[in-house]
Nanobody
Framework: QVQFVESGGGLVQPGGSLRLSCIASGFTLNGYMVGWFRRAPGKEREGISSITTDNIVTNYATSVKGRFTISRDNAKNVVYLQMNNLKPEDSAVYYC????????????WGQGTQVTVSS
């Protein structure tokens, strides 16, 4: 079964950091672009970052640029999202998915991981 498993979320104070992991299950991640997305209560899903297959080109939404870093380890079949200087508005459920060259997600989604930024 092809799916993603996200982990690493939690409760953190403003200014804190978290590292999310996205592990591919049932298929080899190598060869696919991957993106991170988030959905906050009452809001539309937001694409926040993506990475090419060769770990060279990365893209970030304006809202997270300079604070979040996406990376991947194809040998471990995992994509990471390092989140620094977290803000309350970063609170959301975070998901990963395969994306096309323009960042549009396709295929299956995981359950997501909850990130809550609060003092």
């Amino acid at each position: 079964q092809v799916q993603f498993v996200e982990s690493g979320g939690g409760l953190v104070q403003p200014g804190g950091s978290l590292r999310l992991s996205c592990i591919a299950s049932g298929f080899t991640l190598n060869g696919y672009m991957v993106g991170w997305f988030r959905r906050a209560p009452g809001k539309e899903r937001e694409g926040i970052s993506s990475i090419t297959t060769d770990n060279i080109v990365t893209n970030y939404a304006t809202s997270v640029k300079g604070r979040f870093t996406i990376s991947r380890d194809n040998a471990k079949n995992v994509v990471y999202l390092q989140m620094n200087n977290l803000k309350p508005e970063d609170s959301a459920v975070y998901y990963c998915a395969r994306v096309d060259p323009v960042g549009k997600p396709y295929g299956s989604w995981g359950q997501g991981t909850q990130v809550t930024v609060s003092s």
